[in-house]
């Protein structure tokens, strides 16, 4: 009976950090650093600049990336 009961609290955890939703400013934090640190690499000898990005409303995690290409 304890293994069921723990399975079961980690499935409510699972399901609490998949419905959980980011702010756009603290995504835009952690991904625009990481961003600077790697940036993506250039297409057709242009270089991508990421703007901002954003978690969509979605029930799956699901995250936009805005760009100038």
């Known amino acids: 009976k304890q293994r069921i009961l ?3 609290e980690l499935a409510v955890k699972v399901y609490e950090n998949k419905t959980r939703r ?3 400013s603290k ?3 952690l991904m625009l ?4 640190r790697y940036p ?3 297409w057709k000898g242009k270089y ?3 703007k901002y990005t954003t ?3 979605t029930k799956n995690p699901v995250f936009a990336f805005f760009c100038n290409l």
């Open 22 to 24: 980011i702010s756009t």
């Open 40 to 42: 993506p690499p250039a």
């Open 33 to 36: 650093a990481e961003i600077e």
């Open 55 to 57: 978690q969509l409303p």
């Open 27 to 29: 995504l835009n934090d």
């Open 48 to 50: 991508i600049k990421i």
């Open 6 to 8: 723990q399975a079961i």
